[in-house]
């Protein structure tokens, strides 16, 4: 141990999640206030003053452990925490006046009151302040609805939701389970999630979030905020930032004899905002109270006290008016933490409480960083305006037992049964296979058809997940949410194998099934076709095994080896490769069915039946093979960029992730590519246009040449100014001109089928001109990202409906690293409206 680390063991209090990081980050902080002037924490502490490390020191091992002074500065230094003071809206202006009137009126332990949590009913809970009548808030996962509680609904997960690609799906699931925790009293809902954003393939909780692309997770993040806040839930947007993996996600996690640190992913400023950052923009956007910080390190510092992103991005860029909470357990300092911009740790007082206060009145921490902490949190729950008496009381518990427990689930089950349909993506239907006319007689295969039969060993968490075990490829039952603190406790399970019953027995018809062979072999003469039903299991605190296995696969093989209508349907928490059976011939429709909820299997029926035709699209692309995602498989081991104790991920591949990766890579085709999913009718897409957008300001935007309406046959330059406008003050969710749409472009979308009423989801795609060095470098502009999305219909057969895409400014802008700031790029933008990553139907282009 060093010395540094040696004089801070005295001091590290007896708390949950000690660690290296915290003498780290000490030091660190050290390191800045010293930069700055005298170190208040060193001579506040009386420490024999420390002696300053280099940052350009070499790692060293000195002792136990390994020196960390050389990851020093790695991340800049943000300082001080900007002071909150709600200049977003009127809304947020009220809520700030009056949180200031109360928190003036506050002792220094009533401050720090509400900075911490307590043991409790909620998974968090403040700290109250009854002289003045304010009552502990509650923390609840999340984020798929109430987690843990009885007679709250299992919702979709976010992946599912994702998959939709319905923003108007995504704003009521957002309200329905809003009014889920408002019904239990919960005053803060620990999601939406778009950290994990899906990087790593075999990524654990990817399935949380909505899905491996930033503009898609945007726009769900901003919807379900929307929707929880509408209901007067706070809404907390998690984890900022980089949590891409769960292998050594958090310190002594997955470590050699449980000593280490967590993996640091190393980001540049360019592929930071433009692919994490942003979605989490549009929660801020949508007024998001609250953003919880992950357990990882970014740039080699613990994202919980990594000032950059905290004080900088988040705080400054972003203009945020909330509260940052921290992971369970994960704060690794004190007062560096406090300084770097975090507000709130849980679930305990972890080190700050008493601390705090000390650390508060010998100057470690300055008065109004408290006074700010405390500000931000009366602040969020005065602008979710939850201090008017109507807020109902808590009614949830440990373990989710209650003698009377309080029914939230009103008419969800009908919104969870349409998500659980428009998210079931169609992957493979030949022959006429599905819809499904009538069948008289169906076969049905593969433990996924029932429910688990013995799901609740912890009635707080369905179906186990860490918990239980971590590395299960497939869950031994219907799979409808995934493992872990994401995980729903539903309140019944529709299994497929009971709504295909019901669905059967009102058609007169007749059911056989094998859930249990791994070969069945009984084949029946009169059977119109064999249901095969497998899963792919995730959960959190560990990446997947695979993202596909073996008694599965064998299983639809086995099948369709005889049964010449093989239905497959995939219940999965991300992707699930299906190569091995794919192109057999007798495998002759394929389901993609998520995550759906509790009214998996009746969701499931209305595809297979034709009542609603599929339009859900794939949120991620699903590879030929393990190997063609390259190094976006699995997670990182941390080596050999870091090393065993120091892990380190330098993220390589910048913004290609997911389909981007595809795209630069054109030797490695897709089987199935983001964005992709078929219908039982066909679609044809016409008459791409492109206008200024009407809310330009005269003189804003200027269009060059005139384009014929109908094509892009001509180029058209608009002349936009190439940054923001400096004088313009920021507003939580950052500059309000990144908001403004500059352009709209519209087509015609008509269903060519004769048949089937059906819904298309059109998809607008840009391509960014790549800067002239990126023209001889390394390309780091992706070839297309997408920047619009509009589910059209339903369209009967013939019908013709539009659609429109909004282009913002920062749709159509890079971040500049220079400049630190988005900045549109001169010249040749390329747009391209399709259905899906690769089949894209029409395309243009223009200039800026
Ligand atoms: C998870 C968070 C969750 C928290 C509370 C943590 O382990 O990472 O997402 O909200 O626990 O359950």
């Known amino acids: 141990m060093n010395h540094l680390s040696s004089l801070y063991e005295q001091l590290r209090p007896p708390t949950s999640l000690p660690g290296p990081g915290y003498f780290a980050d000490q030091a660190k902080q050290v390191v800045f206030s010293m930069k700055g002037a005298v170190s208040l924490l060193c001579a506040a ?17 000195n002792g136990q452990h390994p020196s960390e002074l050389p990851y020093y500065g790695l991340s800049p230094p943000i300082y001080p925490t900007p002071v909150a003071n709600g200049t977003s809206s009127s809304r947020w202006s009220s809520a700030y006046q009056h949180a200031l009137s109360l928190t003036s009126q506050m002792t220094p332990f009533e401050l ?11 998974v968090g809970n403040t700290g109250a302040i009854p002289r003045l009548s304010i009552p502990p808030l509650c923390f609840y996962d999340g984020p798929t609805g109430v987690r843990g509680q009885e007679l709250a609904s299992a919702f979709p997960a976010g992946i599912h939701l994702a998959a939709t690609w319905d923003s108007d799906l995504m704003y009521r699931y957002g309200r329905a389970v809003g009014a889920e925790y408002r019904g239990k009293g919960v005053n803060i809902a620990l999601g939406p999630l778009a950290g994990p954003l899906g990087r790593v393939a075999k990524g654990g909780r990817n399935w949380e979030g909505l899905g491996s692309d930033p503009y898609l997770a945007g726009v769900g993040m901003g919807k379900i905020v929307e929707g929880v806040q509408g209901e007067g839930v706070i809404a907390t947007a998690k984890h900022f930032l980089l949590n891409e993996q769960e292998y050594r996600r958090r310190w002594g996690q997955d470590a050699p004899g449980g000593e280490g640190h967590a993996i640091s992913a190393n980001v540049g400023d360019r592929t930071l905002r433009e692919a994490y950052v942003w979605p989490f923009m549009d929660a801020l956007k949508a007024g998001a109270g609250a953003v919880m910080c992950g357990y990882n390190r970014a740039n080699h510092s613990y994202a919980c006290q990594n000032s950059k992103l905290l ?11 909330g509260f940052v909470v921290s992971d369970w357990d994960g704060q690794m300092s004190g007062v560096a933490s406090a300084n770097s911009g975090l507000d709130v740790v849980m679930p305990r007082d972890g080190l700050w409480g008493e601390k705090l206060m000390e650390a508060v009145k010998n100057g470690s921490v300055a008065e109004e960083r408290l006074n700010d902490m405390a500000t931000r949190v009366l602040a969020a729950w005065l602008y ?3 201090d008017d008496g109507t807020y109902p009381p808590v009614g949830v518990a440990p373990g989710g037992q209650l003698p009377d427990p309080v029914d939230v689930q009103e008419d969800h089950a009908d919104l969870i049964r349409e998500i659980g349909a428009a998210g079931t993506v169609l992957v493979k239907n030949v022959n006429g296979t599905l819809p499904l006319t009538k069948p008289k007689f169906l076969a049905v295969y593969g433990y996924d058809a029932i429910v688990k039969s013995t799901p609740w060993e912890n009635p707080d968490r369905y179906g186990g997940g860490y918990d239980v075990n971590r590395g299960w490829t497939t869950f031994n039952g219907t799979l409808i949410t995934g493992g872990g603190s994401g995980s729903s406790t539903p309140p019944y399970v529709v299994s497929p194998f009971e709504a295909l019953s019901h669905r059967v027995r009102a058609d007169r018809g007749m059911l056989r099934w094998d859930f249990h062979s791994a070969n069945p072999s009984q084949q029946y003469l009169n059977a119109d076709a064999c249901l095969v039903f497998i899963n792919a299991y995730a959960s959190e605190m560990s990446d997947r095994p695979a993202l596909s296995d073996a008694f599965s696969d064998d299983l639809v093989a086995n099948i369709a080896s005889w049964c010449s209508q093989t239905i497959v349907v995939v219940h999965s928490a991300g992707i699930r490769l299906v190569d091995p059976w794919i192109s057999h011939p007798n495998v002759t429709a394929v389901l993609m069915a998520g995550l759906p909820g509790q009214e998996s299997g009746n969701s499931l029926v209305d595809i297979l039946y034709g009542d609603v035709n599929p339009s859900g699209r794939l949120p991620y692309t699903i590879a030929k093979r393990e190997s063609d995602y ?3 498989l699995n997670p990182s081991t941390g080596q050999p960029d870091g090393d065993e104790f120091f892990p380190e991920d330098n993220f390589p591949e910048g913004l290609h992730i997911d389909y981007r990766y595809f795209d630069r890579h054109p030797g490695i085709t897709p089987r199935f590519e983001f964005g992709f999913g078929l219908s039982y009718t066909t679609f044809s897409y016409s008459d791409l246009e492109i206008y200024v957008s009407s809310n330009i300001a005269p003189g804003g935007g200027v269009e060059e040449t005139m384009m014929p309406s109908s094509s892009f046959a001509a180029t058209t330059r608009f002349r936009f100014p190439e940054l923001p406008d400096p004088d313009t003050p920021i507003k939580q969710g950052g500059h309000p001109d990144l908001w403004e749409t500059l352009l709209v472009v519209r087509c015609s979308v008509e269903n060519t089928g004769d048949k089937y009423e059906g819904s298309e989801v059109a998809q ?3 391509g960014i001109p790549p800067s002239d060095e990126e023209e001889e470098d390394e390309k780091e502009t992706p070839v297309r990202q997408l920047r619009g999305f509009k589910r059209v219909g339903p369209l009967a057969p013939g019908e013709e409906g539009g659609a429109e895409f909004a282009l913002t400014r920062r749709d159509l802008s890079v971040w500049d690293v220079e400049v630190q700031q988005w900045r549109l790029r001169r010249g040749e933008y390329k747009v391209w409206v399709g259905a899906s990553s690769r089949d894209l139907r029409l395309s243009g282009t223009f200039e800026i």
């Not at 720090?112 to 909620?122: A, D, F, S, V």
């Not at 004080?311 to 008016?321: D, P």
């Open 45 to 61: 502490a009386s420490l024999p003053l420390c002696s300053l490390p280099s940052t350009t020191q070499h790692h060293e091992s």
């Open 112 to 122: 720090q009151n509400l900075t911490r949590g307590y043991p409790g009913p909620c």
């Open 311 to 321: 004080n900088g991005v988040l705080k400054t860029e972003l203009g945020f008016e």
């Open 384 to 386: 979710a305006g939850q």
């Open 630 to 632: 390259g190094t976006l």
């Open 764 to 766: 607008l795609y840009v």
